[in-house]
């Protein structure tokens, strides 16, 4: 079986862009692939995170993988900081890493970008990132569209590293969706939908209420005309909103445009709504149960073990490659 592996930072909440973009993706993986999903508290670490809210956030992140059909027996779902081979690697990665092109990547030109204090780690991110994937000898990687240049770069890695040292990383695929690998913000159709935006009301949260939703859809920006057209250059708010409309009802973006020809902004919204607030409802409804079940610590422990059992040996052949003294 091929190896997929991706992972999610505990960092806010979770929105529908990371849902439409990756979570959904991985469940539709699961069962073809030997899976491994984990949510990446080393790399949340990179901003200052409140330990309390660190913790919270870490364990409802991990039950939303449950929630959105991850099933704890296919896949191994863990923290990253309870496979220490992952700091590991990310260091011995972080010596083969140019400055270049650590300042290249877009997401650390984003973070620090008028700030006069940049934490290193937003810099050296990237190669702990190649890290998670190397470790599993990963072949694809789903993640959405913001995360190629990191895939770009964890694959230039792996080469760089095999070149030097002998071939011992598989060079892994990104596995971009075709349609939601960018879900836009609700209030501006050129930028994504962010869980790190200071404005509530650009992005749902998996887990907003019934009502916020509905209203969140209703204040949603829709471009100037009233044709329900998907025109991503002309009409990016409408285009967001209709792939938004397809994901979450199992639509193509055809059927939703030739079910909405001739009605208007109003009608399509309120359609919307109610798709999403469905499509949400069982992923909400599960999400309690796991976190009232206690369960979770007990899947978190199965997942580490999986997971350490694959990283640890990666990380002895690719120290004894670069010239480690063995441990005997
Ligand atoms: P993160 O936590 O920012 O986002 C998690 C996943 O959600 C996708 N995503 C989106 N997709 C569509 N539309 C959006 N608006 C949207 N916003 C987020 C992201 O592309 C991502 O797939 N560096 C990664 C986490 C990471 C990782 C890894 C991923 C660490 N190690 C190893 C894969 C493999 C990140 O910050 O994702």
Avoid at 59 to 77: C, K, M, N, R
Avoid at 175 to 183: N, S, T
Wanted: overall charge negative.
């Amino acid at each position: 079986k091929l190896r997929v592996l991706s992972g999610i930072q505990p960092s806010g909440k979770l929105t529908l862009g990371n849902y439409i973009g990756a979570i959904k993706n991985f469940v539709e993986l699961q069962n073809d692939y030997d899976s491994f999903f984990m949510v990446v508290d080393l790399h949340a670490i990179t901003v200052p995170q409140e330990p309390a809210a660190l913790r919270e956030q870490s364990e409802s992140v991990a039950a939303l993988f449950i929630a959105a059909g991850l099933d704890p027996a296919q896949a191994a779902i863990f923290m990253q900081s309870h496979v220490p081979a992952h700091a590991e690697l990310g260091w011995l990665l972080t010596t083969l890493s140019y400055m270049g092109e650590l300042e290249r990547m877009t997401q650390y030109k984003d973070k620090s970008e008028g700030k006069d204090a940049i934490g290193a780690g937003l810099l050296v991110y990237p190669s702990l990132m190649a890290a998670d994937i190397l470790l599993y000898n990963s072949n694809l990687v789903p993640v959405g569209d913001d995360q190629k240049q990191h895939l770009e770069l964890t694959r230039d890695l792996a080469g760089r590293f095999n070149y030097r040292y002998g071939d011992t990383f598989v060079v892994p695929e990104p596995l971009i969706p075709k349609v939601g690998a960018r879900i836009m913000s609700l209030d501006d159709g050129t930028k994504k939908m962010s869980k790190s935006s200071p404005n509530v009301g650009s992005y749902i949260a998996l887990l907003d209420s019934p009502e916020d939703i509905r209203k969140k859809i209703s204040r949603a920006k829709t471009d100037l005309g009233r044709e329900i057209i998907f025109d991503v250059q002309n009409k990016p708010e409408v285009s967001n909103l209709m792939t938004i409309f397809a994901q979450c009802s199992g639509q193509t973006i055809e059927q939703v445009q030739a079910a909405y020809d001739g009605q208007g902004y109003g009608a399509f919204k309120k359609d919307l709504a109610e798709v999403v607030v469905q499509a949400l409802e069982p992923l909400q409804k599960k999400y309690s149960e796991i976190r009232s079940s206690g369960e979770i610590q007990q899947i978190l422990r199965d997942g580490a073990e999986r997971a350490n059992a694959v990283a640890q040996s990666t990380l002895i052949k690719a120290k004894e490659a670069m010239g480690f003294l063995p441990q005997v």
